[in-house]
């Protein structure tokens, strides 16, 4: 099944705690990318990634970092997570030329105490 | 600047009545233009997807259409159903340049449609 998974779904952590969600996709999709979304604020590009070894900031890429060593993962990294980064964070992954869907995943609740 | 502008905000509507989400859009030059429809807490997920050639997708009960030359996009849904209560978001990919890449988001339209 085409699907792209993210780890953990639910994480309450404290300020300054580092920490990694990881997301993986197994449709050999070059392009992949990580949202944040916030009420009001809709869904904000963080990074994207044309293809392996290659990234690029989005709208709002203060206080993360990203990593692209395998086709198939992107993991999201806070080196110490703040309170304003609570909220709900998507990835999604699609062919590199965009013309097809691009596919999300479940999502990943964050709680920054 | 690219922005991505829909309208309205939020609407509500009865079973079984028609409606239109519209977005309008400043990216220049883009690749494709998405309707997607995301239920609360989980991911957005695809309905439609035009390039700048087309100028109208449809996909059962719901129809988009593109107008490349006002930068106007619309999506409509026909005979609402309960399940069609959701967020759509109009997404369009940037083409090349500063904007390869790149995805500029609306903030979405909340539909809720009740019996």
């Known amino acids: 099944e085409a699907q792209v998974t993210q780890n953990p779904r639910y994480l309450i952590t404290v300020t300054g705690k580092k920490l990694t969600v990881t997301c993986s996709q197994n449709m050999n999709h070059e392009y992949m990318s990580w949202y944040r979304q916030d009420p009001g604020l809709g869904l904000r590009q963080i990074y994207y990634?044309?293809?392996?070894?290659?990234?690029d900031k989005g709208d709002v890429p203060e206080g993360y970092k990203v990593s692209r060593k395998e086709k198939r993962n992107f993991p999201l990294i806070l080196e110490s997570p703040s309170p304003n980064q609570t909220s709900l964070y998507f990835c999604?992954?699609?062919?590199?030329?965009?013309?097809?869907?691009?596919?999300f995943g479940p999502g990943t609740r964050l709680l920054v105490l | 600047k690219n922005q991505v502008e829909q309208s309205p905000q939020s609407l509500i509507i009865l079973e079984g009545k028609n409606c239109t989400l519209q977005?309008?859009?400043?990216?220049?030059?883009?690749?494709?233009l998405r309707w997607y429809k995301q239920d609360t807490g989980r991911g957005p997920v695809s309905l439609t997807i035009m390039t700048f050639s087309e100028n109208t997708k449809s996909n059962g009960r719901y129809t988009a259409t593109l107008d490349a030359d006002t930068k106007q996009s619309s999506l409509h849904i026909t005979a609402s159903q309960l399940s069609d209560s959701a967020s759509y978001i109009c997404v369009v990919t940037g083409d090349r340049g500063s904007t390869l890449g790149r995805l500029y988001f609306g903030r979405g339209t909340q539909l809720t449609v009740w019996p």
């Open positions: 977005c309008n859009y400043t990216v220049s030059p883009f690749s494709n």
């Open positions: 999604a992954s699609s062919r590199r030329d965009h013309q097809e869907t691009q596919y």
């Open positions: 990634s044309m293809n392996v070894e290659v990234t």
